[in-house]
């Protein structure tokens, strides 16, 4: 298991990356909708404090390698999601 530095910083890394790739598309693309960009930057955001939290603050009754490989695994679900309606702003 990672500590939790490595973690928070991670979760920092990728959801900084997908809010440039995310104004990058809404940039370029010709046939981008603000409601729906303004939308999925606000979702990567409210991912990025909700994890960082969730780092912060383990539930209690879950043995701590249980309960963070279930936060990794949620986190690159969501992630996989975001990607996804990324690419979806730009067709």
Known sequence: MANKR???RGINYIC???FA???ATS???NNSDKENVDTLLK???HTHSDYVLRVSHPEPGMTAKKYY???IESFNND???LVDQIGNLHS
């Open 21 to 23: 790739e995310c104004i």
């Open 27 to 29: 940039i370029y693309s």
């Open 43 to 45: 979702a990567i955001m």
């Open 79 to 81: 992630v996989n999601e």
């Open 6 to 8: 490595d973690l928070k």
């Open 16 to 18: 900084g990356e997908l």
């Open 69 to 71: 490989r279930t936060l």
